[in-house]
């Protein structure tokens, strides 16, 4: 009977793992889904004026945050200088496969500069982040 106990606790342990998980995580990847599925349009829906450049630094601020708020295990996102690393790697990452499939659309191509303007959005936010867990640590001191 101790057997059984000892299996479904192991079991309940994963699925709190596993929904955790999913709810850090789920997030980031729908936001990848989201810049997906933009990047598969023949033209970005922006407003009229809006260039794209200052549009893929806003639209990876957000990436950046959601990645951050990943990292940190929730809100508010309070994340290390690691962390903002690895979360800028992450978007950076993304951003240049994000490019890659943009050369496969047609009216699209891939472009460094929207890479570059990619991983100065999710930097400003991540960095934002790592700035804010610093404030908080000595405004808690």
Same mark, same amino acid.
């Given at each position: 009977?101790?057997n059984?106990?000892?299996?479904? *606790? &192991?079991?309940?342990? !994963?699925?709190?793992?596993?929904?955790?998980?999913? $709810?850090?995580?789920?997030?980031?990847?729908?936001?990848?889904?989201?810049?997906?599925? &933009?990047? !598969?349009?023949?033209?970005a829906?922006?407003?009229?004026?809006?260039?794209?450049?200052?549009?893929?630094?806003?639209?990876?601020?957000?990436?950046?945050?959601?990645?951050?708020?990943?990292?940190?295990?929730?809100?508010?996102? $309070?994340?290390?200088?690691? +962390?903002?690393?690895?979360?800028?790697?992450?978007?950076?990452?993304?951003?240049?496969?994000?490019?890659?499939?943009?050369?496969?659309?047609p009216?699209?191509?891939?472009?460094?500069?929207d890479?570059?303007?990619?991983?100065?959005?999710?930097?400003? #936010?991540?960095?934002? *982040?790592?700035?804010?867990?610093?404030? #908080? $640590? $000595?405004?808690? +001191?």
């Open positions: 009977m101790q059984a106990t000892a299996t479904w *606790c &192991l079991h309940f342990e !994963s699925c709190i793992l596993n929904y955790r998980l999913f $709810r850090l995580w789920g997030p980031v990847a729908v936001y990848m889904a989201a810049i997906f599925y &933009l990047s !598969s349009l023949h033209q829906p922006l407003p009229p004026g809006v260039s794209d450049k200052p549009a893929h630094a806003f639209g990876y601020m957000g990436f950046g945050f959601v990645i951050a708020r990943a990292l940190a295990g929730g809100l508010p996102p $309070r994340i290390t200088l690691r +962390q903002a690393l690895i979360g800028l790697a992450l978007a950076s990452f993304y951003g240049v496969t994000d490019e890659f499939h943009q050369r496969f659309v009216g699209r191509s891939a472009d460094v500069a890479w570059y303007s990619d991983t100065v959005g999710s930097a400003i #936010s991540l960095f934002a *982040c790592w700035a804010w867990d610093i404030i #908080s $640590r $000595r405004s808690r +001191q």
